[in-house]
Nanobody
Framework: QVQLMESGGGLVQAGGSLRLSCAAS????????MGWYRQAPGKQRELVAG???????NYAPSVQGRFTLSRDNAKNTVYLQMNGLKPEDTGVYLC???????????WGQGTQVTVSS
């Protein structure tokens, strides 16, 4: 059974940094494309960073220049480095991914990020 497990969330002061991880298990395939989403209270889920199948990345304007995606294919893990965190970055961060050779889209359970002012 394919699982995505996020980790690395926590409480941090404004201006601080966190690195989130999204580790895939249970699949013999490598991650094809994936996205990090943020679910803030009372707001719609939004895509904050995406890794495309060709390796390109895109970021929401609100996080451009502060957040960086990277991946470790050997570990089937994607990271989100978040610097210069702001209170408005607070929310549950979820990753979703699809795998080469697998038509399904998978979601993790999320990790809480709280940025205090």
């Amino acid at each position: 059974q394919v699982q995505l497990m996020e980790s690395g969330g926590g409480l941090v002061q404004a201006g601080g940094s966190l690195r989130l991880s999204c580790a895939a298990s249970g699949s013999s395939f490598t991650i094809n494309a994936m996205g990090w989403y943020r679910q803030a209270p009372g707001k719609q889920r939004e895509l904050v960073a995406g890794l495309m199948s060709g390796g390109s990345t895109n970021y929401a304007p609100s996080v451009q220049g502060r957040f960086t995606l990277s991946r470790d294919n050997a570990k089937n893990t994607v990271y989100l480095q978040m610097n210069g965190l702001k209170p408005e970055d607070t929310g549950v961060y979820l990753c979703s991914a699809d795998f080469k050779g697998d038509p399904n889209l998978y979601w993790g359970q999320g990790t809480q990020v709280t940025v205090s002012s």
